[in-house]
């Protein structure tokens, strides 16, 4: 990170403890840790006592916010130079510039002294006419013409006195504008009175039919979701809408915001010869140059604010992805589902080991369903397989049927399919990786392989994948690279780092996830793995080339030994405090391998008793609690969904139908549910509780197996609304609901329902509706449930 600017590290610190209210020593501390190259997750778990017991999320803030106020005083500092350099900076103005909080509030001060092309402001002061604008300014009772005749001048270019008017004017538009307070002020009135307004292009309605819902549309700035905002700034982005940020209702008066320009500058129309010029100045100006730049400035807002949320939905929907329940270690059977070119199979043994592969063709045209059943149970038995995981894409219902139809033939097998998203495994198939990991097997077969694998261990398996491409967001192509990336990775880090990493069977992608280990360190790892074997204590990790103590340090803890040397290397206590542990078995009596698991014993134990002047009370007591349950998983249970039999497409669902179904995605207007018909149901925010829902994190989360009812199937359109409540009415076949039953159940749904390309490369991210191959989950939920159209280019 950069040194701090002008303000000084203290001034950062105390406004960020400030801001979370903490300490300003804590937020210090966790400072000078992130500064020292120490990692979130290790501060969050080892360092406990240095920040006062500051948690993973109040450090990712303060690690947000650092690089925030770090980069706002470089660019204060940058602009006391300029300024300065300039000959302008006043004792005033530089308290004004120090005493800026924002970026945005920085660059108002600044504006007046930003480097520029020569404007027609500038052209006019070097005619020499600074003068005439500040007398008419200063005077409304002079007679502009009269005025101007003074400073007609055909060598500077004033040829009459309409040409002087004109050139006054434009220094005072000048002035009027890069007025900083005055800026501030207009910015924050329009933000709490305007509106963003949406019209379709002429000719425009057939072919942006997606953004039909925003063909004549308005809505305050304040009210807007992020995802409306996405929607329009793409709708404008694909030359199908017009977008138009107004201040205000309209209204056929003059504008107030001209009435507050003018206050500010004491003009107002009194009669005097020269109000009415003054008055045209300010509308002028306001209609020119103000509006135009708080235009600009609120439609970065608007874009920043709603590229926030999504990021923030996305890593959240990441997070639950990742912590999905793993099946563990039993043998699996993949199918990554087809129809022409058949269905991909893989069988990976207990540790995700390839043990065989095939293709079989049960599906049109080839229809060979009988030998495909066979071929099947043969490689269950021979592989002693427990699971059968299924893709969720082309073909994945009919695919479903067949390991229906396996297990009903072979009980003796005691196979149990689970239906696996597959979103983003066409882009590990293609990957350097697999290719590395997989070396000589068909691209096609390694997806099988990677749908077996993310059922045994989802976390294991999607690190693999860029989490860009496993696309469980909201409009992902339209946020900022950097912010996105930023914040993804930051999920994946506390993910892995919180489950924690078997060093011994970890791929190089998944190493490369835990605290200090960089890629290239990742695969010195491995490399030192398969040329010396396992490792069988954390202390033979230095001697892995380059990981140095520091590395070492940040690593050492999230890293698992299993049956090695040493009980504590498969637990999560860190090796620099077993000296604590070694102090509590010398107190008991107890082998350290007898004390493990022992809650009678470790339970009598005062933590207080072990606190030295390194290790304080958080760290002594996180160890007594990781000593109860050495390693333990802090993801929850594995249980699959059961899908209705007989209801296997849209056709055969009816209003009222009780499912059980798996949350797909959730969006800020409600969750996609799979309910095994091909086509994602939509609960509406408004359909998911009997109180208020704000947030539909709060209710669902994706891999929830839910019981939903079905209220209303549009086949036409391929749209199912469905309802976590399951005493709501539902409505009849051919029916429609009453204008207060929509309001029950969708609010403001053609809004909220405007959908777009949301996921990011995953290619087949549930495949039914044939999506995009740039197309990620949640564009392809939207299409499932019927709210976008199909895309075109599928992969099958």
């Given at each position: 990170?950069?040194?701090?600017?002008?303000?000084?590290?203290?001034?950062?610190e105390?406004?960020?403890?400030?801001?979370?209210?903490?300490?300003?020593?804590?937020?210090r501390?966790?400072?000078?840790?992130?500064?020292?190259?120490?990692?979130?997750?290790f501060?969050?778990?080892?360092?406990?006592?240095?920040?006062?017991?500051?948690?993973?999320?109040q450090?990712r803030?303060i690690?947000e916010?650092?690089?925030?106020?770090?980069?706002?005083?470089?660019?204060?500092?940058?602009?006391?130079?300029?300024?300065?350099?300039?000959?302008?900076?006043?004792?005033?103005l530089?308290?004004?510039?120090?005493?800026a909080?924002?970026?945005?509030?920085?660059?108002?001060?600044?504006?007046?002294?930003?480097?520029?092309?020569?404007?027609?402001?500038?052209?006019?002061?070097?005619?020499g006419?600074?003068?005439?604008?500040?007398?008419?300014?200063?005077?409304?009772?002079?007679?502009?013409?009269?005025?101007?005749a003074?400073?007609?001048?055909?060598?500077?270019?004033?040829?009459?006195?309409q040409?002087?008017?004109d050139g006054?004017?434009?220094?005072?538009?000048?002035?009027?504008?890069?007025?900083?307070?005055?800026?501030?002020?207009?910015?924050?009135?329009?933000?709490?009175?305007?509106?963003?307004?949406?019209?379709?292009?002429?000719?425009?309605e057939e072919a942006?039919?997606?953004?039909?819902?925003?063909?004549?549309?308005?809505?305050?700035?304040?009210?807007?979701p992020?995802?409306?905002?996405l929607?329009?700034?793409?709708?404008?982005?694909?030359?199908?809408?017009?977008?138009?940020?107004?201040?205000?209702?309209p209204?056929?008066?003059?504008?107030?915001?001209?009435?507050?320009?003018?206050?500010?500058f004491?003009i107002?129309?009194?009669?005097?010869?020269?109000d009415?010029?003054?008055?045209?100045?300010?509308?002028?100006?306001?209609?020119?140059r103000?509006?135009?730049?708080?235009?600009?400035?609120?439609?970065?807002?608007?874009?920043?604010?709603?590229?926030?949320?999504?990021?923030?939905?996305?890593?959240?929907?990441?997070?639950?992805?990742?912590?999905?329940?793993?099946?563990?270690?039993?043998?699996?059977?993949?199918?990554?589902?087809?129809?022409?070119?058949?269905?991909?199979?893989?069988?990976?043994d207990?540790?995700?080991?390839?043990?065989a592969?095939?293709?079989?063709?049960?599906?049109?045209?080839?229809n060979?369903?009988?030998?495909?059943?066979?071929?099947?149970?043969?490689?269950?038995?021979?592989?002693?397989?427990?699971?059968?995981?299924?893709?969720?894409?082309?073909?994945?219902?009919?695919?479903?049927?067949?390991?229906?139809?396996?297990?009903?033939?072979?009980?003796?097998?005691?196979?149990?399919?689970v239906?696996?998203?597959e979103?983003?495994?066409?882009?590990?198939?293609?990957?350097?990786f697999?290719?590395q990991?997989?070396?000589?097997?068909?691209?096609?077969?390694?997806?099988?392989?990677?749908?077996?694998?993310?059922l045994?261990d989802?976390?294991?398996?999607?690190?693999?994948?860029?989490?860009?491409?496993?696309?469980?967001?909201?409009?992902?192509?339209?946020?900022s690279?950097?912010?996105?990336?930023?914040?993804?990775?930051?999920?994946?880090?506390?993910?892995?780092?919180?489950?924690?990493?078997?060093?011994?069977?970890?791929?190089?992608p998944?190493?490369?996830?835990?605290s200090?280990?960089?890629?290239?360190?990742?695969?010195n790892?491995?490399?030192?793995?398969?040329?010396?074997?396992?490792?069988?204590?954390?202390?033979?990790l230095?001697?892995?080339?380059?990981?140095?103590?520091?590395?070492?340090?940040?690593?050492?803890?999230?890293?698992?030994?299993?049956?090695?040397?040493?009980?504590?290397d498969?637990?999560?206590?860190?090796?620099?405090?077993?000296?604590?542990?070694?102090?509590?078995?010398?107190?008991?009596g107890?082998?350290?391998?007898?004390?493990?698991?022992?809650?009678?014993?470790?339970r009598?134990?005062?933590?207080?008793?072990?606190v030295?002047?390194?290790?304080?009370?958080?760290?002594?007591?996180d160890?007594?609690?990781?000593?109860?349950?050495?390693?333990?998983d802090?993801?929850?249970?594995?249980?699959?969904?059961?899908?209705?039999?007989?209801?296997?497409?849209?056709s055969?669902?009816?209003?009222?139908?009780?499912?059980?179904?798996?949350?797909?995605n959730?969006?800020a207007?409600?969750a996609?549910?799979d309910?095994?018909?091909?086509?994602?149901?939509?609960?509406h925010?408004?359909?998911?509780?009997?109180?208020?829902?704000?947030d539909?994190?709060?209710?669902?989360?994706p891999?929830?197996?839910?019981?939903v009812?079905?209220?209303?199937?549009?086949?036409?359109?391929?749209?199912?609304?469905?309802?976590?409540?399951?005493?709501?009415?539902?409505?009849?076949?051919?029916?429609?609901?009453?204008?207060?039953?929509?309001?029950?159940?969708g609010?403001r749904?053609?809004?909220?329902?405007?959908?777009?390309?949301?996921?990011?490369?995953?290619?087949?991210g549930?495949?039914?509706?044939?999506?995009?191959?740039?197309?990620?989950?949640?564009?392809?939920?939207l299409?499932?449930?019927?709210?976008?159209?199909?895309?075109?280019?599928?992969?099958?």
């Amino acid at each position: 990170m950069t040194t701090p600017g002008s303000l000084g590290a203290g001034s950062i610190e105390g406004r960020i403890a400030e801001e979370l209210g903490v300490r300003e020593r804590q937020v210090r501390a966790a400072v000078e840790l992130l500064d020292g190259g120490s990692t979130v997750p290790f501060i969050a778990r080892y360092r406990k006592e240095a920040t006062e017991m500051l948690d993973d999320a109040q450090l990712r803030t303060i690690e947000e916010r650092l690089r925030y106020l770090r980069e706002l005083e470089e660019r204060r500092t940058a602009i006391l130079d300029s300024v300065r350099e300039q000959g302008k900076l006043t004792g005033e103005l530089e308290a004004r510039i120090r005493g800026a909080e924002t970026k945005a509030r920085l660059e108002d001060i600044y504006l007046p002294y930003k480097p520029k092309r020569r404007t027609k402001a500038q052209i006019a002061r070097e005619a020499g006419l600074e003068p005439l604008a500040d007398a008419l300014l200063a005077d409304p009772a002079v007679e502009p013409a009269a005025a101007a005749a003074a400073f007609v001048d055909a060598g500077k270019g004033v040829a009459d006195p309409q040409a002087a008017l004109d050139g006054a004017r434009a220094i005072l538009t000048e002035r009027f504008s890069e007025d900083a307070d005055l800026i501030g002020e207009l910015r924050e009135r329009m933000w709490a009175r305007g509106r963003l307004v949406a019209k379709v292009r002429e000719g425009k309605e057939e072919a942006g039919a997606k953004f039909a819902d925003y063909f004549d549309f308005a809505e305050p700035f304040t009210e807007l979701p992020s995802h409306r905002v996405l929607a329009m700034l793409r709708g404008e982005k694909e030359e199908v809408l017009d977008l138009v940020l107004e201040p205000e209702e309209p209204s056929d008066g003059p504008s107030s915001y001209e009435g507050i320009v003018a206050h500010r500058f004491g003009i107002a129309d009194r009669g005097r010869p020269g109000d009415k010029w003054l008055t045209d100045t300010v509308r002028w100006a306001w209609r020119t140059r103000i509006l135009v730049h708080l235009g600009i400035d609120l439609r970065l807002r608007l874009r920043t604010a709603a590229e926030d949320e999504a990021v923030r939905v996305f890593a959240a929907n990441l997070r639950d992805l990742l912590l999905a329940a793993p099946a563990g270690t039993r043998a699996t059977l993949g199918l990554d589902p087809g129809f022409r070119t058949g269905v991909k199979v893989a069988v990976v043994d207990a540790t995700g080991k390839v043990v065989a592969t095939d293709v079989i063709h049960p599906h049109v045209p080839a229809n060979k369903w009988d030998e495909a059943i066979a071929t099947l149970a043969r490689l269950a038995k021979e592989h002693a397989v427990e699971l059968v995981a299924i893709g969720n894409g082309t073909a994945s219902r009919e695919t479903d049927k067949l390991a229906g139809e396996l297990i009903a033939r072979h009980p003796e097998l005691k196979l149990t399919k689970v239906m696996v998203s597959e979103a983003g495994a066409s882009v590990y198939s293609a990957s350097a990786f697999a290719s590395q990991e997989l070396p000589g097997m068909d691209v096609s077969l390694r997806g099988a392989v990677s749908i077996a694998r993310r059922l045994q261990d989802p976390l294991a398996e999607l690190v693999k994948i860029d989490p860009k491409s496993i696309g469980v967001g909201q409009y992902q192509h339209d946020l900022s690279e950097v912010k996105l990336s930023r914040s993804l990775d930051a999920v994946v880090e506390d993910c892995v780092n919180g489950v924690g990493v078997d060093v011994n069977t970890a791929s190089a992608p998944l190493l490369a996830r835990v605290s200090g280990i960089s890629s290239g360190l990742a695969a010195n790892i491995v490399a030192h793995r398969d040329a010396n074997g396992p490792f069988t204590s954390r202390a033979q990790l230095k001697k892995v080339p380059r990981l140095g103590p520091k590395a070492y340090e940040q690593c050492a803890g999230f890293l698992r030994i299993r049956g090695g040397d040493d009980p504590l290397d498969a637990s999560s206590v860190h090796p620099e405090a077993y000296p604590v542990v070694r102090r509590m078995v010398k107190s008991t009596g107890q082998e350290v391998a007898a004390l493990i698991g022992n809650t009678g014993v470790l339970r009598s134990l005062r933590p207080q008793d072990f606190v030295d002047e390194t290790f304080g009370l958080p760290t002594v007591t996180d160890i007594l609690k990781e000593l109860e349950k050495p390693g333990r998983d802090p993801r929850p249970a594995f249980r699959t969904a059961s899908f209705k039999e007989g209801v296997e497409k849209i056709s055969d669902l009816e209003p009222g139908m009780v499912l059980e179904g798996v949350v797909t995605n959730v969006a800020a207007f409600g969750a996609f549910v799979d309910v095994g018909v091909h086509q994602d149901g939509l609960v509406h925010v408004s359909a998911m509780s009997k109180t208020f829902v704000k947030d539909p994190r709060d209710v669902v989360k994706p891999g929830d197996i839910v019981r939903v009812k079905v209220l209303d199937v549009d086949i036409p359109r391929k749209r199912i609304s469905l309802t976590l409540r399951l005493d709501d009415e539902a409505v009849p076949q051919g029916g429609q609901p009453s204008g207060e039953r929509r309001q029950q159940r969708g609010g403001r749904p053609p809004q909220q329902r405007q959908g777009g390309r949301a996921g990011g490369g995953a290619g087949r991210g549930g495949g039914r509706q044939a999506p995009a191959p740039a197309d990620g989950a949640m564009a392809d939920a939207l299409r499932r449930a019927g709210l976008l159209d199909p895309g075109k280019g599928g992969r099958r």
